[in-house]
């Protein structure tokens, strides 16, 4: 089984190294000047309990790998990165490729459905940035992070087997889930809050319980079953963030987007699916509508963390609701 990483940022990076650490084939797909950062000297890759440089190779595009019948892509990309990859990926991969979506959101999956057979979701909770070309950083103490997985909607079979033993092996725990579009739904929960930490700086625990209510709400109105918070803390908790020499931890991957001056983000994949299933099942969702808004308008002008107060983005919230 050979991985290949479509988009070895801080998630795809960091899985990418530990895997390649541990003995498996990898090929990572970068863009722009982390590519070539990557493919002139090599990936740094940094942690708790090493800083080394890895010589992983490293493509641009799909076009330029020569496609193997033991080939799996794991995409690691922001969703709103997603279809356009996916439209690469078909012009050179066999539709009988596995496609592991190693991605925060639940539309993912979905859209690469349309295109592959054989598609695999896995949810994801490992603490690790990518904010310098040829850098990622691992934040994890022990435990690497918890990337569990199943095949998508639902079932397993001998492909996700082999991903998770892959991934247990490069030191992360990975357990098999029939059903793990429950904990992803789950995921999202927390991740609405991704946007109003890159737009503020901070959250809060008024506007945080709003937006899960409203989420939890859509999930009741089209009958969509999520994993309670019993289950998710659990999970949680065994992943310990540790220090890293030289590196502080700046926040979620919207912040980070925004710190990289990207010019977007992903908030139509998290925010926006709490309000397009508003709008179909008829449930109102005035906070997600405007974290979705101004989340759009922090990445545009570039502001991380200081393009509105927590009390103006509340203040928002309320006339959005009247």
Not at 62 to 76: G, K, S, T
Not at 141 to 166: M, N, R, Y
Not at 304 to 321: D, M
Request: a neutral charge.
């Amino acid at each position: 089984m050979r991985f290949v990483i479509y988009g070895a940022g801080g998630i795809g990076g960091t899985i990418g190294a530990r895997l390649h650490q541990s003995g498996f084939e990898v090929v990572l797909i970068a863009r722009g000047e982390h590519y070539q950062t990557m493919s002139r000297h090599g990936l740094r890759f940094v942690s708790p309990r090493q800083d080394v440089t890895l010589n992983i190779p490293t493509a641009e595009h799909p076009a330029e790998i020569e496609w193997r019948a033991d080939d799996v892509v794991m995409l690691c990309m922001k969703g709103q990165h997603t279809e356009g990859a996916l439209v690469s990926l078909q012009k050179v991969a066999s539709d009988r490729t596995p496609v592991i979506c190693c991605q925060n959101g639940v539309a993912n999956e979905r859209m690469a459905l349309r295109r592959f057979a054989n598609v695999y979701a896995m949810c994801v909770l490992v603490p690790a940035e990518h904010l310098e070309p040829g850098i990622v950083v691992s934040f994890a103490e022990g435990t690497a992070g918890a990337l569990d997985t199943g095949k998508f909607p639902s079932g397993l079979d001998q492909t996700s087997v082999g991903i998770s033993s892959a991934l247990r092996k490069s030191g992360y725990s990975s357990l098999l889930d029939a059903h793990v579009m429950r904990h992803k739904y789950a995921k999202l929960l927390g991740n609405l809050n991704n946007a109003v930490q890159a737009a503020c700086g901070e959250t809060s625990p008024n506007l945080s319980t709003r937006l899960r209510n409203e989420a939890i709400a859509c999930y009741e109105a089209a009958g969509i079953e999520c994993a309670n918070r019993d289950e998710t803390r659990k999970r949680r908790m065994e992943i310990r963030g540790g220090n890293v020499s030289g590196f502080r931890r700046h926040g979620g991957s919207s912040l980070q987007s925004v710190i990289r001056n990207t010019g977007d983000i992903e908030v139509d994949f998290l925010n926006g699916e709490i309000v397009q299933l508003g709008r179909l099942y008829d449930v109102a969702t005035p906070a997600n509508t405007v974290v979705q808004r101004i989340g759009h308008r922090a990445a545009r002008a570039g502001k991380a963390g200081s393009y509105c107060l927590i009390q103006e983005l509340e203040a928002l919230v309320a006339e959005e609701s009247r």
